[in-house]
């Protein structure tokens, strides 16, 4: 059995408003395991990038704050570490690919300065010649070509598939134990968004890095990940192996996903949506946060929260229809004895 290099237990991250507290991330609980690759999908608004900022310690404060619940790193509680503790980890231990690297890159030093800079803050003994050729080895490992080169150059420079590749060798550049990937190749065009995806399951299976990989996009799931966790409105909702959730999906929210892929097989006339938008953070208090938008609700699900039921051997599901089914399986059960 794999070891649990990440473990969340609980988490609640707050955002305190002139309109209210606005729980982004209520109540969560997963683990990411030593080698795998879990995907966390959802609508924007899920709580999907709040809990990545929350795991690197960057939720801004004010108007945000942890407010609940634990971040176990190899048994060490990150909640608990002070700004200048999770210093030395962010980067080394954890690193984070983050959604759109124009905006991450600083466009006032060369990509070579940037590199040397994150490796010198975790190996303050290294000189300057040792970080040199360390960045160009990363550079190499993600692909890049003429690396040396490269160095020189200012990220305006760059391509944003090569952009996208810098990023990465950032992350990578401390040998890190887990890795976050938010929204890795949204702003890639579809050839470039397949080299990134492949670099990162070649990386990781060569690596054994653990990598949390967050995307809105079922493709890339079902092509990189391992297990995949459903959320919606700060919630999760369904928690799975991938095979699992594309071939049996428990919640109507992931098969109102999955039913929103296009289907190149079939035409058409209408491509299948979710009828309804998210439900504005903080706007539910009591019930199912789906209830609005789903086509089974019930009177009991406006009214409870329902917790996430055992749907199969590693799969979960946070809606009251598997409840009625437990009670189906049970009661056939009784009368084939």
């Not at 200048?84 to 980890?89: G, P």
Request: proline share 6%; net charge negative.
């Amino acid at each position: 059995m794999r070891k649990k290099l990440l473990e969340i237990k609980g988490l609640k991250t707050t955002f305190f408003t002139d309109d209210g507290q606005i729980p982004a991330v209520d109540n969560i609980d997963f683990a990411v395991h030593e080698g795998e690759i879990l995907g966390i999908v959802g609508e924007s608004g899920s709580g999907k990038s709040v809990t990545s900022l929350s795991i690197m310690g960057l939720i801004p404060s004010p108007p945000g704050k942890i407010t609940g619940g634990e971040i176990l790193l190899d048994g060490k509680n990150l909640v608990t570490l002070s700004d200048k503790q999770m210093q030395k980890i962010r980067g080394k231990d954890v690193a984070m690919i983050f959604q759109e690297p124009m905006t991450s890159l600083n466009p006032l030093f060369t990509i070579g300065d940037q590199l040397k800079e994150a490796i010198l803050i975790h190996h303050p003994k290294w000189s300057k010649k040792e970080a040199f050729a360390r960045a160009i080895d990363i550079m190499k490992l993600v692909g890049l070509p003429r690396a040396e080169e490269l160095l020189k150059d200012y990220p305006h420079q760059l391509s944003g598939g090569m952009r996208q590749r810098v990023m990465i060798a950032m992350a990578l550049v401390c040998d890190p134990k887990v890795l976050i990937a938010d929204e890795p190749t949204t702003a890639l065009d579809v050839t470039i968004q397949a080299q990134i995806l492949q670099l990162m399951k070649d990386l990781n299976k060569r690596l054994n890095t653990a990598v949390l990989l967050i995307t809105h996009d079922l493709g890339v799931v079902a092509e990189t990940c391992e297990r995949v966790i459903v959320m919606y409105a700060g919630q999760i909702v369904e928690e799975a192996p991938v095979q699992e959730i594309f071939v049996n999906p428990k919640h109507p929210y992931t098969q109102g996903l999955i039913k929103s892929v296009p289907d190149m097989r079939y035409k058409k006339d209408n491509l299948y949506s979710i009828p309804g938008s998210v439900p504005k953070p903080g706007s539910i208090q009591e019930g199912c946060r789906f209830a609005a938008r789903c086509e089974f609700a019930m009177d009991r699900c406006v009214q409870e929260t329902p917790p996430l039921y055992e749907a199969a051997e590693r799969h979960k599901s946070r809606c009251f229809l598997l409840e009625k089914q437990e009670v189906e399986q049970h009661v056939e059960s009784v009368i084939e004895s």
